[in-house]
């Protein structure tokens, strides 16, 4: 059976994660100059989960749509997706990565990485596997609790 878990500890939890959102500001300065945060999360969604409508894609970012089709846009005219019809419905647009998209995810990559190993440079390797780990047990947990 498993303890209670004191409600001080999910205090100090929630105190930690704000702590999260100056670390994502931190690596959303490694982005290139001409892809900032939002057009960073569209090609960030359309690698990970393929083709997709706007609609979809806004979901998925958890933004208006308004917003969504902003981003879309930049990433549009910097020629990094493509905006094809959708042969289900003429009206809508399928949005996909391209090559050239692929290439400037490929350089975010390496900037968040190289970010990550200077910042963490002294930490044992465990310690990062294991918060890589935790992370993503509580990005599942979230996941499936909402």
Not at 2 to 11: D, L, N, R
Not at 22 to 36: G, I, M, N
């Amino acid at each position: 059976m498993q303890a209670t878990i004191p409600a001080t500890h999910y205090e100090e939890l929630a105190r930690r994660l704000t702590g999260i959102g100056a670390v994502k500001r931190d690596l959303a300065r490694t982005l290139p100059p001409d892809c900032p945060p939002g057009p960073a999360a569209v090609l960030t969604v359309l690698d990970r989960h393929g083709e997709m409508r706007l609609s979809r894609l806004a979901e998925l970012l958890a933004v208006d749509i308004s917003v969504t089709s902003r981003h879309v846009t930049h990433v549009a005219e910097h020629g990094w997706i493509a905006r094809d019809a959708d042969p289900g419905d003429g009206r809508c647009r399928i949005l996909r990565l391209t090559p050239a998209g692929r290439a400037v995810l490929g350089e975010i990559t390496a900037r968040h990485t190289d970010a990550l190993a200077r910042a963490l440079a002294d930490w044992p390797v465990e310690d990062v596997t294991a918060l890589s780990t935790l992370l993503g047990r509580l990005r599942t947990s979230f996941s499936n609790s909402f």
